[in-house]
């Protein structure tokens, strides 16, 4: 018998084809019938509840997987106010808000001569010249130390700044003397604060405050302009100062903080101490006491 007479024989023993035709077709790689509907809906959770939903073997892949690390780890915002809430709620703990605070007071700490400010003037001519050395120095003691008061200031903002990973600030002046340049800055609250930029530039166009929870972002300068007075505040570039921390997303409204890299450890680190919580208590016999050193007692 030739090797061919094989492909064509007329045995129906398991995967063996029928007399004429050559077909390779195996019945493990058959394609599953879809899910029903409550099937696929029971199989939902915080992991894999069942051996055949793991990838590879199963038919809802890495669906449970997703929801459990894009809801609890790596959570995706909808916009930046609740991007700044988690990271506000990072620095809340303890071990968190002691890297910050650490930062912080090291970025802003005074000098052997009690400055936490100081001007340093590097051209070597310009060095030379007495007098606009003492006119700078002065200038510069003037506006921000005697105006502004930043050594006063300084940390709050710059600890706004490590947490929120932006920092929001208006310039003030004297309208009735405008000559007189600023007379002080007021920090805004970043959950509050928003602007419109140029995609090809980059550039800031317009800031704006919402005065509303929740607010629907405008899409075009006309519509902010529309909406001023109502349910938001408009400023003018030159009028707010804005220092961010430099790291953006998809666009340069998604700012990724100082808390950023953290913020997955941290989640994960939080899950695995609820989760030896809820083991003890779970394995935990009811007839034994739990004393309290707080109180000195046991229930």
Not at 145 to 170: A, Q
């Amino acid at each position: 018998m030739a090797w061919y007479d094989f492909l064509r024989s007329t045995e129906t023993e398991g995967d063996i084809l029928t007399e004429g035709t050559v077909d390779e077709a195996i019945k493990a790689f058959e394609e599953k019938p879809k899910p029903k509907l409550r099937d696929t809906l029971a199989t939902r959770g915080e992991g894999w509840e069942d051996v055949v939903d793991i990838p590879g073997i199963g038919r809802v892949g890495l669906q449970s997987f997703n929801m459990f690390y894009n809801t609890l780890i790596n959570r995706q915002f909808d916009n930046e106010v609740q991007r700044i809430w988690e990271y506000r709620n990072m620095a809340s703990q303890t071990e968190v808000s002691d890297v910050v605070e650490d930062a912080t007071n090291e970025s802003t700490q005074e000098d052997d001569e009690g400055n936490v400010f100081r001007l340093d003037i590097i051209d070597k001519d310009l060095k030379q010249n007495e007098n606009i050395v003492k006119n700078l120095r002065d200038e510069f003691k003037d506006l921000f130390v005697e105006k502004l008061d930043l050594p006063h200031e300084i940390w709050d903002l710059f600890h706004t700044y490590l947490v929120d990973g932006r920092c929001f600030y208006e310039r003030i002046i004297d309208t009735r003397k405008p000559k007189e340049g600023l007379v002080g800055i007021k920090k805004l609250p970043s959950e509050t604060m928003d602007y419109l930029y140029d995609p090809l530039s980059g550039e800031i166009l317009l800031y704006m405050q919402y005065l509303k929870p929740k607010p629907k972002k405008p899409t075009t300068i006309e519509e902010a302009r529309r909406r001023h007075g109502d349910d938001l505040i408009l400023f003018e570039p030159n009028q707010i100062g804005f220092v961010n921390y430099g790291v953006y997303g998809r666009t340069k409204y998604n700012i990724f903080g100082y808390l950023e890299k953290a913020r997955v450890p941290f989640n994960q680190l939080k899950l695995l101490e609820t989760s030896v919580i809820i083991y003890r208590i779970v394995k935990f016999k009811k007839t034994r006491k739990i004393k309290t050193s707080a109180f000195n007692n046991s229930t």
